[in-house]
């Protein structure tokens, strides 16, 4: 409704009984030793690192949305 133009990404959970976050070297990890507050959103910038994090529900991403457009802007190193 916003009209954000962002890829999301999920844990890769394959139904309710998983919940077993597949990390990059092919190690998991429960995911509730990740985010302990649901929904928790995390924003990786272009060199993969956490620029930044929301735990909780929020009415206010569109307040969000000029730093959400910058990140998605960089180049990675």
């Known amino acids: 409704r916003k009209g954000f133009d962002a890829p999301i990404h999920d844990s890769g959970a394959r139904g309710r009984g998983d919940s077993r976050l597949t990390l990059a070297d092919g190690r ?3 995911d509730d030793a ?3 507050i649901y929904p928790t959103t995390y924003v990786l ?4 690192v956490i620029a930044f994090a929301h735990s909780g529900r929020t009415d ?4 969000y949305a ?3 457009d910058h990140l998605s802007r960089g180049t990675p190193r």
């Not at 910038?45 to 993969?48: E, I, K």
């Not at 206010?60 to 307040?63: A, E, L, Q, V, Y």
């Open 45 to 48: 910038d272009a060199n993969g």
């Open 34 to 36: 990740l985010a302990t």
């Open 66 to 68: 000029p730093l959400l």
């Open 60 to 63: 206010f991403w569109p307040d």
């Open 28 to 30: 998991a990890i429960e």
